[in-house]
């Protein structure tokens, strides 16, 4: 163990967990990065490419090197950062990446290898020759690279999504941050804190800086209290701001149960939608390192990483052997200062600036730079090259000090270019960021404690006054305010390999060779040797990439560029993105009127848009569904059948213009419908191929209600939305969708006007007083207000009688129970679909958007008297002359089934597109005829009549020969509906 | 994106259905013939910039908007009642 003194983990509570199957011990408060330390262990996975042994690198979000899996089953996680990882009691986490063991990883042969793996090294060689590609380079390489494993099985846990507003959003809990939530929690403005981290505190808790003279999270502690008492603030701890999108709203996933073993009841994680009027972005900064050769051991950290540690979680890496620095910057001689405190020895402070001066009692090394390291599974020793040599010191762990990034993602997810200052020797924000988006802190160079702290508040108040709210000046602790004092050193010049970016693997040698291979453009080098192209997006390694290139172009970091940032900032997973919206939850489900009864009687289930309708209605001893689905239609045909239609699309069109706005909209006429009647109609595209029919009835001078299919509902009724408003909207109508108002159920079967008349309240039925297509408002069953319509679908004589919606259930009860003695049966979407099929109406199968009003043999429709939708395109040449007619097909020898989607070919024609002659749209058995049926498109199908043809399925390579017939199977003179 | 309803507020653009070029409102006469036709069904303006747009709050109150839209930007620059820019048109 090593732990140090002090620290903010709880050392009452001891947390068992196991790494790679060894059980180890830490306390709440650490992560699995800070625990794995302290019992010692460093080496925690093996690079991406060349299989090298990693270590931590850094203590928080960016860490690069040490990615785990956690836990196992269907829970197992892969790549997740150690670093962030909150330690529980039972945690399982295992290293990835290697073959066999992690301390002998087999696939580290691809290390000694390296020499042919330069940048570019897939792109060229794995070209040639192409077929080898698919078979046997791919499946090899992803074996070989690749990180962690996912979980096989579905997630077990529950994920949520939700929406959230605020005046001020501030992202990122450390001093900026919380003076700027404090400052405008105390203005009353409605203020969300989120930082990703469990604690707020940011750097501060890392820091052994003073607040006021005491320890920082008193402050800390003092702030989060006061936030807590303020009913207008919301804190997210765990919270990671991911992306900013636009007008102010920004995508955060709380991980609300990922430091538990499991969820339990809860939600694991959830994605907040925030909708902010301003947000302040106090993300922070990034340490960097410096490459140089063999950069990458177990044991060489970033100099923060290495005071949070020691600060933060008491511990230190490397057991037997002292600490040395390396830093172009004060902020080394800190990290030296820190250790010493808490006990760490330091073996030396190699600092590259040789008028560097030694802050403390321990060695410095003016001048110098780490040359080398050695260790092969942890860091033993660094090569210290001065101007009069080199030295070797022994050491287990290193702290390297590079200077600091600002975390300056965020405010360039809208194209935003950071801009190179030269004095702070960084990236800060530039202008033409996400509008709302204000930046504070060490995001934008602020970095003392001091300034970041004075920024925070000042920045807050600057948001606010844009909103018109006048926030007061809140006190400040005193703080530590040094000024950043140091210098920038990219790269230690070598002959070794000096890594860049560590989760890519990427080199100094790899960006020098992309530059000599002209890949000098930042998107270009990126592209090439797959720099921050990692799943930590290179956020230790971008800039000193970019300043590596601007040094061998020659040209200033200014002058190179910069790359953009995307959103998520850290990876977001797809659990959540999906928010629960999962299996039988993926989207709505609208449930019919009659649902209650359909599953009293045991009926089966189909998704028809989002509603569930029933399909069929089986009975005992039926173990097929097509005995049931013929059982219905020959109850249709015989007696008398039940079938709710609710879910087409209804649609009440009122107003004196109504029936000149109906004209304009189907194909056909209907401002001369006369009241009481209705009329099928025929709905075109603008483009003149036919998209929806219905019926349109009238059932008042001023008042129509038109159907459509199931669909296209929402479709259309936006379509007509359209024409009222967008089109014609001087005309005098108005619009309502009732189709979930009225409950609509078919009646249908020669018994069907038996069955009715016991229902309606003396309402004439007659045919004479209640001919086809005839329609009216009327009572039923003493009172209930009610709609008949006269029309049919399934070609028998049949009515659909529409109630209010809540009536719906009972209707259909009561007709099943009036109707016992007619053979009174409920039907599905299976027999209803025979019987149109039977009766030659076309449905979502001939109206799929490529058929016009000629093909389905409507082309009279189309009137020639009147302007309406699709009129005009639908007479243009490529439509008009269009030969092809539905046709009703029967197999030839009367039995064969007829394959839907065949495509039909003349006898002896070759099969091929220009010999195509049309397809099967529909098909079904016929119980009625006893044999296979189907509809389709057929060339000049309506003087064919009686052709064989040729119904080809190349995919199975099946082919029946079919007779062509009429479409109308059944009563092709009407005499049934008419009955 | 939130999108200015002239008679709601801001709401959010998740509520609404994207059409497109608001050119659509401008359906020829029919008399203009097949050529016009061609032309308002199949050809419309992509901007790299400022574009006026047609948006339908189906999940609202069923107004189609014209919504002025820098493409490049998303900046929302303005919108109104479709109705009420065919009113003026007209």
């Given amino acids: 163990m090593t732990r140090l003194s002090g620290g903010l983990i709880d050392r009452s509570k001891v947390l068992s967990f196991t790494f790679d199957g060894v059980r180890y011990s830490g306390h709440p408060g650490d992560t699995l990065a800070s625990a794995l330390l302290a019992n010692g262990v460093q080496l925690m996975g093996r690079s991406f490419k060349y299989h090298r042994p990693r270590g931590v690198v850094s203590s928080g979000s960016e860490e690069p090197n040490a990615l785990v899996e956690l836990r196992s089953g269907n829970r197992q996680e892969p790549n997740t950062r150690a670093t962030v990882a909150e330690l529980f009691d039972g945690l399982e986490a295992r290293s990835q990446n290697y073959l066999g063991r992690l301390d002998r990883d087999l696939l580290a042969v691809n290390d000694l290898l390296s020499p042919f793996f330069a940048a570019g090294f897939y792109y060229k060689t794995f070209m040639w020759p192409k077929a080898f590609w698919e078979k046997l380079y791919e499946p090899a390489i992803r074996r070989a690279a690749g990180l962690g494993r996912v979980a096989e099985g579905a997630d077990p846990d529950a994920y949520d999504k939700g929406f959230l507003h605020a005046d001020l959003l501030v992202i990122g809990g450390g001093a900026a941050g919380l003076a700027a939530a404090l400052t405008a929690g105390r203005a009353g403005a409605k203020v969300i804190l989120a930082d990703e981290d469990s604690r707020f505190g940011g750097r501060l808790l890392a820091e052994s800086h003073l607040l006021d003279g005491a320890p920082a999270t008193q402050w800390i502690e003092g702030v989060l209290a006061e936030l807590c008492t303020m009913p207008n603030v919301r804190l997210l701890p765990r919270t990671t701001v991911f992306g900013v999108y636009d007008h102010g709203i920004y995508g955060a996933v709380e991980r609300v149960a990922d430091h538990l073993p499991t969820p339990g009841a809860g939600v694991r994680q959830t994605l907040w939608r925030i909708t902010a009027k301003r947000a302040v972005l106090a993300a922070g900064a990034t340490e960097r390192h410096i490459p140089f050769a063999d950069n990458d051991r177990p044991g060489i950290l970033l100099g923060g990483a290495l005071r949070a540690y020691a600060n933060r979680w008491a511990t230190a890496p490397g057991t037997d052997r002292p600490v040395a620095i390396f830093t172009c910057h004060d902020e080394g001689h800190r990290t030296a200062l820190d250790l010493q405190a808490r006990g760490v020895p330091v073996a030396a402070v190699i600092d590259s600036r040789n008028d560097a001066v030694a802050q403390g009692d321990y060695r410095l090394i003016a001048g110098g730079q780490v040359s080398g390291s050695q260790g092969r599974l942890g860091l033993r020793g660094i090569s210290v090259t001065t101007a009069s040599g080199t030295e070797a010191i022994a050491c287990g762990a290193l702290g390297v000090s590079g200077g600091w990034n600002p975390n300056v993602h965020l405010s360039s997810h809208h194209r935003g270019r950071p801009v190179w200052d030269d004095t702070l020797g960084a990236f800060v924000p530039g202008p033409g960021g996400p509008g709302g988006l204000l930046v504070a802190g060490a995001a934008r160079g602020k970095g003392s404690t001091a300034l970041a702290l004075a920024d925070g508040a000042e920045i807050a108040r600057q948001a606010l006054a844009e909103l018109s709210i006048t926030a007061p000046v809140i006190a400040l602790p005193q703080a530590e305010d040094t000024a950043p004092n140091g210098t920038t050193l990219w790269h230690v010049p070598g002959k070794g390999r000096a890594w860049v970016d560590f989760q890519n693997d990427v080199t100094v040698k790899d960006i020098a060779l992309a530059h000599k291979e002209n890949m000098r453009p930042v998107e270009h080098l990126k592209r090439w040797t797959t720099l921050g192209m990692a799943t930590d997006q290179g956020k230790t390694a971008n800039v000193t990439a970019l300043a590596v290139m601007a040094e061998l172009t020659g040209k200033t970091i200014a002058e190179t560029g910069t790359t953009i940032f995307r959103p998520p900032y850290t990876g977001v997973s797809l659990a959540v993105l999906g928010g629960g919206d999962t299996g039988p939850d993926f989207r709505p489900r609208r449930l019919t009127p009659t649902d209650v009864f359909a599953k009293s009687q045991g009926a089966a289930f189909v998704e028809v848009g989002q509603w569930m309708r029933a399909q069929y209605f089986p009975k005992p001893g039926e173990t097929h569904w097509r005995q049931s689905v013929d059982r219905e239609v020959i109850a249709v045909r015989r007696d008398v059948g039940l079938c709710d239609v609710t879910t087409l699309g209804k649609v009440d069109v009122q107003g004196a213009d109504a029936g000149e706005f109906l004209n304009r909209l189907y194909s056909n006429m209907m401002g001369t419908l006369k009241v009481g009647m209705v009329r099928y109609g025929l709905m075109l595209r603008e483009d003149g191929f036919a998209y929806d029919d219905g019926t349109c009835a009238r059932l008042a001078a001023h008042h129509y209600v038109v159907t459509t299919t199931t669909a296209n509902a929402g479709l259309v009724f936006r379509n007509m939305e359209f024409a009222r408003q967008c089109l014609w909207p001087e005309l005098d109508v108005q619009l309502i969708s009732t189709t979930d108002a009225w409950a609509q159920i078919a009646v249908a079967g020669p018994k069907s006007r038996a069955l009715l008349e016991r229902i309606v309240d003396g309402f004439d039925l007659s045919n004479a007083a209640f001919p086809f297509m005839a329609c009216a408002e009327l009572t039923i069953c003493g009172g209930l207000r009610a709609r008949l319509f006269r029309i049919s679908f399934s070609g028998e004589m049949a009515y659909e009688i529409a109630v209010p919606a809540r009536y719906g259930n009972a209707l259909m009860e009561r007709l099943m129970q009036q109707g016992a003695d007619l053979g009174v049966t409920p039907y599905g979407t299976e027999a209803l679909a025979v019987l149109r099929i039977e009766k030659g109406h076309a449905a979502g199968a001939e109206l799929n958007g490529q058929a016009t009003a000629a093909m389905l043999g409507l082309g009279r429709m189309v009137s020639q008297k009147k302007d309406s939708i699709g009129a005009i395109m639908s007479r243009r040449e490529g439509l008009a002359g269009e030969t092809r007619r539905l046709v009703g097909l029967i197999p030839e020898d009367g039995q064969g089934a007829i394959p839907g989607g065949a495509h039909l070919f003349t006898e002896g024609a070759a099969r091929n597109m220009e010999t195509d002659q049309g397809w099967v749209t529909s098909t079904c058995h016929s119980p009625h005829l006893g044999h296979p049926i189907a509809l389709g498109y057929l060339e000049g199908g309506d003087t064919r009549l009686d052709e064989v043809v040729i119904a080809a399925n190349p995919l199975e390579g099946t082919e029946t020969r079919v007779r062509v017939v009429s479409p109308h199977f059944i009563d092709p003179e009407g005499e049934r509906l008419r009955g | ?90």
Wanted: glycine share 10%.
């Fill in chain 2, 1 to 90: 994106m939130l999108i200015p309803h002239p008679l709601l507020g801001l709401r959010d653009a998740a509520e609404f259905t994207y059409l497109g070029d608001a050119a659509l409102l401008n359906r020829p006469d029919p008399g203009a013939g097949e050529a016009a036709f061609c032309d308002y069904v199949y050809l419309r303006d992509n901007p790299a910039g400022v574009h006026r747009e047609l948006w339908y709050h189906e999940q609202g109150d069923r107004s189609w908007l014209v919504v002025t839209r820098n493409t490049l930007t998303h900046e929302i620059l303005g919108a109104e009642l479709a109705r009420d820019v065919k009113g003026g048109a007209a």
